[in-house]
C-alpha cells in the first residue's frame, strides 16, 4: 500500500494516537502536505492541525474548515499577522516583542484575545528562530502588558535530525523554564502547554515533559523531494 494514501495515514495516525499516553496531544505538521492527506489524518482521529506557513494554510482550511483545531507553527512574519490571527486558533512561535505589539494591535481591532506559545531557542542556534533562554523571562514579563495576547506555554523546536538523544538537554532545559515560569505565578500567563518534540524526537520530548507534540512524518510518510 502507497504509505501517502489516505488509508494508510489513517492507520498511521490511529496506531499513533493509541501510543501517545494520556494528557499529551498530538499536532499533525502539515507543511508540503495536500488537503487530503490532512483529511485522512482528521479521519484517523487528529484534532488539532499544525502549518508553518499561512498561506498554504488559508488554502488548506478553506478547503478542511472544521471541525479541526489550527495552530501557527512556523516562523510568523510581522506582515502576515493580520491574516494569521483570523486563521490560527494558537500560535506558537511568538519569540519577540515586536511581533507581540502587531498581534495586539491586530486583535485589539477584531475584538480577539490570541493564545500563544513563546518559542525558546533552547539550542541557541543562528540559524532557528525563538528567544534565547537567558532573555525568556525577561520577554514573558513584557507580554504581560499587552491585554490581547494570552501567554500559555512555551514551545521549542529541537534537532530535527540525527540522534534524538541530542535534544535531551534542550527539551529538559526548555521543561525547566517552563517549571520556573509557572512559579512566578505571572498575570496573565499560564503555563499550560509544553509543545516539544517532533517525529524523530517525540518520545525523548514526552520523558521530558511535553504535552504537545507535533508530527509530520510519522503520520504522512516522507516529503516527496
Request: hydrophobic content about 40%.
Amino acid at each position: 500500500m502507497d504509505e501517502r494514501s489516505p488509508a494508510s495515514i489513517r492507520a498511521r495516525t490511529a496506531e499513533l494516537l493509541d501510543r501517545i499516553p494520556p494528557g499529551v496531544t498530538l499536532v499533525a505538521a502539515a507543511k508540503g502536505r495536500t488537503a487530503e492527506e490532512v483529511r485522512a489524518a482528521l479521519q484517523g482521529g487528529i484534532r488539532i492541525v499544525g502549518h508553518n506557513y499561512v498561506q498554504e494554510a488559508e488554502a488548506m482550511i478553506a478547503v478542511l474548515g472544521g471541525p479541526a483545531t489550527w495552530h501557527m507553527i512556523g516562523h510568523l512574519q510581522r506582515n502576515k499577522v493580520r491574516k494569521a490571527i483570523r486563521l490560527f486558533d494558537l500560535i506558537e512561535t511568538l519569540d519577540s516583542l515586536h511581533l507581540a505589539q502587531e498581534i495586539d494591535r491586530r486583535c485589539a481591532v477584531m475584538g480577539k484575545v490570541m493564545p500563544v506559545l513563546v518559542e525558546v531557542n533552547s539550542g541557541r542556534e543562528t540559524s532557528k528562530s525563538g528567544v534565547f533562554p537567558e532573555d525568556l523571562e525577561k520577554l514573558v514579563r513584557g507580554l504581560q502588558a499587552y491585554e490581547h495576547i494570552r501567554v500559555e506555554g512555551l514551545m521549542t523546536m529541537g534537532p530535527r535530525f540525527g540522534d534524538p538523544e541530542l535534544a535531551r538537554p534542550f527539551f529538559r532545559a526548555t521543561r525547566e523554564a517552563f517549571e520556573h515560569l509557572s512559579r512566578l505565578d505571572l498575570p496573565n500567563v499560564s503555563m499550560q502547554t509544553l509543545s516539544m518534540g517532533m517525529s524523530n524526537s517525540y518520545q525523548i520530548a514526552i520523558e521530558e515533559g511535553a504535552n504537545l507534540v507535533r508530527i509530520g512524518t510519522l503520520l504522512f510518510g516522507e516529503r516527496p523531494v
